[in-house]
């Protein structure tokens, strides 16, 4: 951090507020820094744990490592906890670290133009804003994706994303349909099979499914946790260590180990725990295990098993008023869709309309598709840093702890400025074309790259991630290589 961050007044902007917008903020005033905002398209701060509130929403990585290092939390409930919690634990960081007095809430940045040494920024409201430094922290998982299915537009009952989820509809006496066999989907049938009148979800491809038992915590463990801090920092640093050990480093092939432990636990779960060979062969996926995102889940397949609860995997052909129609000619008759397709997960920073140095857009850069050197910095847009940016960690690590170490690694460049005559940094196209070649390469020896089609793949077949270990994650980012930056005033 700089030693004397007053010695220019420097303004910064966030975009997003939630994981990483919120660690900003915290950052941002460690360092000195309090001439901020912080603009949140929402009316609260919580990114993807607000505005996924979906039936048994959880996050699959462990709770003492799924939150901040500065901020720990001795009251989880699970090892794994649902959502809601996590939504509440962010909000009490913000309110802990007093970043509410920077927030406009239900404010979308619409425009950025990047002239005379500042970013000039509009709102969807008119307002206009500067600032020598914008941290986009807009999250991959927000934006969501529809299926492209006739008649989608035709349905008669209730129909929301999962993402967009109604409460308002009770659904005890309801037919309910999912589309979709992704993460969200594996935990909403866990939640409502059983509870509901009739379940189906469509399926178009299998997933394996890593068993993950979640204990509860007991109230005697998070006295403990409360009373000695470190107990927290040693379950953090256990659970640091398997996840990059092991899980990590296995997606990457520099564990080929682990990837076999992998591919032995999800066939076990399969095989041990659904009893009927013909649904059995309708959940075993025909890839290798962790191709795409690994699944975590205690309950699916006890789910999917409900006499109530059925598993579709003939094609869908199309949706009609009062339901979906598959290929076999079989109405399925539903009274509330569920669409669990996902995101949109190379949006980033748009819609916003970006504009750098010498004019050139955003959309002109990313014609092909998005990309940013070491996924943080974008060649012609100066001052201006990515929190899980395109092609960075997002497949196998904590986005906090990623969030978190390219933070530093901003302040870094902040601290350039800070003790020079120069006014902004931006990356060299030719350190992005290095790095994108040696990374592109690196993929290669993934498992993603194995025979699966998934969420990961750009428009190449190319993985959009980064395909070393955690470990050269935290070397690459130590320090900026400033030969790969222009500073001008």
Known sequence: MSSNPQNKNLRFIIIGGGMAGILSAVKLKEAGYTNF???????????????????????????????????????????????????????????????YPHVKFDTEIASM????????????????????????????????????????????????????????????????????????????????????????QFQRTPQWIMPRPNPAYTEQEKLNFRENPALLDAIRAENVAISEGGFSSAVVGENPEALAMIAQLTLENLEQNVTDPVLREKLRPDYQAACKRLIMSHNYYDAIQHRNTELVTESITGIEPEGIRTADGKLHKLDVLVISTGFQVDQFLRPIEVTGNNGVTLEEAWKARPSAYLSVAIPEFPNLILLNGPN??????????????????????????????????????????????????????????????????DDRGVPAAWPWSMKHFRNTMAEPDMSDYELAS
Not at 56 to 65: I, N, Q
Not at 177 to 185: K, N, Q, V
Not at 398 to 410: H, K, N
């Open 37 to 99: 905002t912080l603009y949140e398209k929402a009316s609260s701060l919580g990114g993807t744990w607000r505005e996924n509130q979906y039936p048994g929403v959880a996050c699959d990585v462990p709770s003492h490592f799924y939150c901040y290092s500065f901020a720990p939390n001795p009251d989880w409930s699970y090892n794994c906890s649902p959502g809601a919690e996590i939504y509440e634990y962010l909000q009490s960081v913000a309110d802990q670290f007093d970043v």
């Open 113 to 200: 133009v990047f002239r005379n040494s500042r970013w000039h920024l509009k709102t969807n409201q008119g307002h206009l804003d500067e600032a020598d430094f914008v941290i986009g922290a807009t999250g991959v998982l927000h934006r969501p994706s529809y299926p492209d299915i006739p008649g989608i537009d035709s349905f008669e009952g209730t129909m929301f994303h999962t993402s967009r989820w109604n409460h308002s509809v009770p659904l005890e006496d309801k037919r309910i349909g999912i589309i979709g066999t992704g993460s969200t989907s594996i935990q909403i049938v866990g939640a409502l099979s059983g509870k509901v009148k009739k379940l189906e």
């Open 392 to 457: 960075g960690p997002v497949g196998n690590f904590s986005l906090i702890d990623v969030a978190d170490i390219q933070f530093s690694y901003f302040m870094k460049l902040v601290d350039h400025i800070q003790q020079s005559d120069f006014t902004q940094f931006v990356a060299k196209q030719d350190a992005l074309d290095r790095t994108e070649t040696d990374r592109v390469e690196a993929t290669k020896k993934t498992v993603w790259v194995s025979g699966c089609d998934s969420w990961y793949l």
